[in-house]
């Protein structure tokens, strides 16, 4: 067997053990539950094969690839974890959860298994959640969240929002309509992985791989107006919304096949999983580019160099996991 062929193996296995260290819920539609039939008729514009909302202004696709890669990241966010869902430490008795960008529903469904006497809303423009298993102290609505929300303002007690980069425009308006629906000490946390690609040198490294792909990447962004990066920003906004008790924390995400220990290995195998072409790219990329005036010849053209920097043989390739928490003032500023 060749060195790449055994070692396409080896991340193969990686793969198999990271999802099954990490696997508290099942994790597709192949598992009995259905589609929603709102997906129907659900009006969308398509780029590079893939769904997008018909708003133009989520550059997430809803499609099935998208909702399967949502159901390993977060496994790999509880792994970053430890296996905990949420990076802030929520009292037993929390009472009112609002996930914002809810996607497959995985998140508040674990949630509610672990806060019972919780009522978790999960919010998201499509509605791609589960159907199945789906306990009673979850709902789900369908709505963008960057408009008004529907409950009075000091009602929260905590919101929750992951991975939603790609479909927010205006965050320190989001963030204000966090501080205005939490109550008093409620608390509020972001997850975002970071879109660099560093290059591990025992420390976190400044040396950044892929910049020519990661800098049309980020142009592009910039030019449709959607920061998929925001986190470096976000706790300037959260002070400008007056929160308090601001922490940021990264997690290394190793990519290809370096990591040591066994827990960065199974980090590294559902991090693998997940950067494949036909995920975390063109889930990613396709309205993106379209919109920017790209054809899928021309995308497909430039993906082959990104993948050479990423896989060369001297380099130990990581992204991070940004998680933000932060608390509203227990007594209102005056
Ligand atoms: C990458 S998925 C992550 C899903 C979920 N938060 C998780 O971590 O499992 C992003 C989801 O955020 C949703 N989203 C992004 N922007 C949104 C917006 N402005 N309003 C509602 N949903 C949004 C997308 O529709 C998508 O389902």
């Known amino acids: 067997m060749s060195r790449s062929a055994a070692r396409g193996k080896e991340v193969m296995k990686d793969q198999r053990e990271g999802e099954r260290g990490a696997g508290d819920s099942s994790d597709s539609y192949s598992d009995g539950d259905s589609p929603d039939p709102r997906l129907e008729n659900m009006p969308y514009i398509e780029a590079f094969g893939h769904r997008y909302h018909i708003s133009g202004k989520i550059f997430l696709a809803f499609d099935e690839p998208e909702r399967q890669r949502c159901e390993v990241q977060h496994k790999l966010y509880r792994h970053s974890l430890d296996g905990a869902l949420t990076s802030t430490?929520?009292?037993?008795?929390?009472?009112?959860?609002?996930?914002?960008?809810?996607?497959?529903?995985?998140?508040?469904?674990?949630?509610?298994?672990?806060?019972?006497?919780a009522h978790i809303t999960g919010v998201d423009v499509y509605p791609i959640q589960r159907r199945k298993g789906v306990p009673p102290n979850v709902k789900f609505e369908i709505d963008d969240v960057e408009n008004p929300w529907n409950m009075p303002d000091n009602s929260l007690d905590f919101v929750?929002?992951?991975?939603?980069?790609?479909?927010?425009?205006?965050?320190?308006?989001?963030?204000?309509?966090?501080?205005?629906?939490?109550?008093?000490?409620?608390?509020?946390?972001?997850?975002?992985?970071?879109?660099?690609?560093?290059?591990?040198?025992?420390?976190?490294?400044?040396?950044?791989?892929?910049?020519?792909?990661?800098?049309?990447?980020?142009?592009?962004?910039?030019?449709?107006?959607?920061?998929?990066?925001?986190?470096?920003?976000?706790?300037?906004?959260l002070v400008d919304a007056n929160f308090?008790?601001?922490?940021?924390?990264?997690?290394?995400?190793?990519?290809?096949?370096?990591?040591?220990?066994?827990?960065?290995?199974?980090?590294?195998?559902?991090?693998?999983?997940?950067?494949?072409?036909?995920?975390?790219?063109?889930?990613?990329?396709?309205?993106?580019?379209?919109?920017?005036?790209?054809?899928?010849?021309?995308?497909?053209?430039?993906?082959?160099?990104?993948?050479?920097?990423?896989?060369?043989?001297?380099?130990?390739?990581?992204?991070?996991?940004?998680?933000?928490?932060?608390?509203?003032p227990r007594e209102e500023l005056s």
Request: one cysteine or more; a negative charge.
């Open 244 to 328: 308090e008790k601001i922490v940021q924390r990264s997690e290394i995400l190793p990519v290809g096949n370096w990591a040591q220990d066994e827990k960065m290995r199974a980090r590294q195998s559902l991090m693998n999983n997940i950067l494949n072409k036909d995920y975390v790219l063109e889930n990613h990329c396709g309205l993106l580019f379209q919109s920017c005036g790209w054809t899928k010849e021309e995308f497909d053209a430039l993906v082959p160099s990104f993948w050479q920097e990423i896989q060369a043989a001297q380099v130990r390739p990581y992204v991070t996991a940004v998680f933000t928490t932060a608390r509203k």
């Open 160 to 237: 929750h929002a992951r991975s939603i980069a790609g479909g927010v425009r205006d965050w320190p308006a989001l963030l204000r309509q966090t501080y205005s629906k939490l109550k008093p000490g409620g608390l509020f946390e972001m997850t975002e992985i970071a879109i660099h690609v560093l290059d591990f040198d025992g420390k976190f490294a400044e040396a950044e791989l892929c910049p020519e792909f990661l800098h049309l990447f980020r142009s592009m962004s910039e030019k449709v107006g959607i920061d998929f990066s925001p986190s470096p920003r976000v706790p300037e906004w």
């Open 89 to 117: 430490r929520l009292p037993l008795d929390v009472a009112r959860i609002l996930d914002l960008g809810t996607g497959t529903g995985v998140w508040p469904i674990e949630m509610a298994a672990r806060y019972p006497q």
